[in-house]
């Protein structure tokens, strides 16, 4: 496809369920984010892939949480006995990821909406 | 204290006015820099990149002060369109990204 996808555009969960977020990136981009965005502020870091290694995943705000990348190119974002405060929208992105990184803007997916009841 | 501060308004400004959004950055290790637009409900979209020189792209400029730690966004002539929140980006090695929380700009007939 010509930009990156996501799947599914809303997810309602009970608390305790688990939840599974998809994320297709532009093909070729190495790079690959997730990202959080809660209501009025902007995307929190969560993790990032280079291929399939995870090279940070410092912003993964628990253990319930979890990502995947396993052929370097579809990623998936797992989160586990769900709680309220895990609603919120989850954004991948993905960049070209070749050279000096850095430089290179992120191409964000329309996100996926989760709501935790 | 956040990595990246913006003002976070609402700035309200009628058609073809002049505004200025300013970004604060924490961490000097930080190499490259981005404002992104949000519409509401939207993802967020490359508006453009800022560069150590200043730089322009239509009616917008950017500009970069890496002493100070700070960058800027200046709208010339404002449009209805130009609604939406304006995103201050902050990249360190190896592309992570830092967001701040946007300023949004209500631009009003």
């Known amino acids: 496809g010509a930009g990156v996808s996501q799947s599914p555009r809303y997810k309602v969960a009970k608390r305790g369920q688990d939840v599974a977020l998809r994320c297709d990136p532009i093909s070729g981009h190495v790079s690959l984010f997730w990202y959080q965005q809660a209501l009025g502020q902007g995307p929190e870091f969560l993790t990032y892939?280079?291929?399939?290694?995870?090279?940070?995943k410092s912003g993964l705000p628990s253990d319930r949480f979890f990502a995947e990348r396993p052929e370097g190119s579809v990623s998936t974002l797992k989160i586990q006995r769900t709680q309220q405060e895990d609603s919120a929208v989850y954004l991948c992105?993905?960049?070209?990821?070749?050279?000096?990184?850095?430089?290179?803007?992120?191409?964000f997916g329309d996100g996926t909406r989760l709501s935790i009841l | 204290r956040k990595e990246v501060e913006q003002d976070p308004g609402p700035f309200n400004v009628p058609e073809g006015a002049t505004v200025a959004f300013n970004c604060t950055y924490s961490?000097?290790?930080?190499?490259?820099f981005f404002w992104y637009r949000q519409d509401c409900r939207k993802e967020p979209k490359l508006l453009m990149s800022?560069?150590?020189s200043g730089n322009e792209d239509g009616r917008f400029t950017a500009q970069l002060n890496r002493a100070s730690q700070y960058i800027s966004l200046l709208i010339r002539d404002s449009k209805l369109s130009d609604s939406a929140t304006y995103l201050c980006?902050?990249?360190?090695?190896?592309?992570?990204?830092?967001f701040g929380d946007g300023t949004t700009l209500t631009v009003k007939p």
């Open positions: 980006v902050v990249n360190t090695n190896a592309g992570k990204s830092t």
């Open positions: 961490n000097s290790a930080s190499q490259s």
């Open positions: 892939f280079q291929n399939e290694a995870q090279l940070d």
């Open positions: 992105a993905s960049s070209l990821g070749w050279g000096d990184s850095s430089n290179q803007p992120q191409h």
């Open positions: 800022v560069y150590s």
